[in-house]
């Protein structure tokens, strides 16, 4: 059974998830973000940029997302400042 809005009309699709992404000069720094970030139940994948120098981390975070971005963003950037690293925000469905 679908719900419909007031006016009759099928709500649009909720975004169901977030891809977070963060740069470290070091595997170390990669590793430890890596961990913080499955603890909260995310998908996260750790590869070595084509640069060879730099390390990516690719978090998947799960839907519901909240609405409020800007403090997401911020404890993002907190984390991947704590593992010595930098966020580099994110995409989502559109």
Known sequence: MHEHGSNGATPEPPEDFLDHFFEFPNMQGADQAAERLRARGWEVMVRKMMDEETWMVQATQPGPIPEDRE????????????????????????
């Open 71 to 94: 403090a997401l963003y911020a404890e993002l950037a907190k984390l991947a400042q704590e593992c010595g690293g930098e966020y580099d925000g994110w995409e989502g469905p559109l």
